[in-house]
């Protein structure tokens, strides 16, 4: 019975040693094995076994992408202001052996490190460059730290700079200078719309006075080419009215031609017409001498009228 118990307790304690020899490394992580102090193996993904009491796992080595957010640290600009600036950075294990004993914490070496770097960056730059330049300080110091934890087995991704806090009485400096350059941009911005409207206003009252001065000129070709054209049918209506006047003379003419009438109904004639002219505006007449003859001609048929009667009686 005794016996049966020692099997059994032997078989326990080799299961057990074969069970904690069995060792399943998961995704993105290494295993550091060392064998009776020294370095053996760097155990990837997968089931590996290890000599029970002779080998152990030294570290366990996270292979993603981390990331490490450092607390504030006080520097010194070239213009001699105190700032406070943290950083984040992204870092990736590459070498597993080296990260395990290339430094001892290198988590807290990265930080110190990040810190002495950020202050002789910012101590070569004035406040104003500092806080434009962040693009500029990132660069700087991922190629520095990525070259100095290259023996570390870690490689540097990124390096950001969180936040520039500087100090209390440059922040309300700051402020005022942010304050007065807004109101400079808002009057110019003012300046420039009150010149726009101006001449915006100009151009209308010039495109105004234009059209108003084409409106004018328009009408006063509408009004020529209208006193044109009644000045033309009044000399149509003169031109007709002679023509009818002539071809009127012409008919008497023809009439008197027909009838043939002697000198004397001519002269006649002439007297009426004579009489229409005297009927008229004018101011002075001029008799022709045919006229003037016949005047005289009338006057001695008059006194012969007288005479006649006289003998009658």
């Not at 070496?109 to 004035?126: F, K, Q, V, W, Y």
């Amino acid at each position: 019975m005794g016996g049966l118990i020692v099997i059994l307790i032997v078989l326990a304690l080799v299961v057990y040693l074969v069970v904690s020899s069995i060792r399943i490394v998961p995704q993105a992580q290494a295993y550091v094995v060392e064998r009776l102090g020294a370095y053996q193996d760097t155990w990837g993904v997968g089931i590996h076994l290890k000599a029970p009491f002779i080998d152990r796992i030294a570290k366990k080595v996270m292979l993603k992408e981390q990331v490490v957010d450092f607390p504030p640290q006080p520097v010194i600009t070239k213009d001699n202001v105190t700032m406070q600036i943290d950083t984040v950075v992204y870092y990736q294990i590459t070498d597993p052996k080296l990260f395990a004993y290339g430094v001892d914490r290198p988590i807290m070496a990265i930080e110190n490190l990040t810190a002495t770097t950020l202050r002789n960056l910012i101590g070569d730059l004035e406040l104003d460059a500092t806080l434009t330049s962040r693009d500029t300080i990132n660069t700087q110091m991922r190629a520095i730290l990525d070259e100095a934890t290259d023996p570390w087995g870690i490689k540097v991704n990124r390096v950001e700079v969180k936040n520039i806090i500087p100090p209390a009485e440059i922040q309300n400096a700051m402020e005022k200078q942010m304050k007065a350059e807004r109101e400079r941009r808002e009057s110019i911005l003012k300046a420039e719309g009150e010149k726009k409207s101006s001449v915006l206003i100009a151009e209308g009252k010039k495109e105004s006075m234009i059209l108003q001065a084409e409106a004018e000129k328009e009408a006063a070709i509408l009004k020529a080419d209208a006193k044109k054209e009644a000045m033309i049918r009044e000399a149509e209506g003169h031109a007709e009215a002679i023509r009818k006047v002539q071809e009127a003379t012409a008919a008497g003419l023809k009439a008197i031609k027909g009838a043939d009438a002697d000198e004397a109904v001519i002269r006649l004639k002439s007297l009426e017409a004579l009489e229409k002219m005297a009927d008229g505006k004018a101011t002075k007449i001029i008799v022709p001498s045919e006229i003037q003859n016949l005047a005289g001609l009338v006057t001695s048929i008059k006194e012969v009228a007288k005479e006649v009667p006289a003998e009658e009686e």
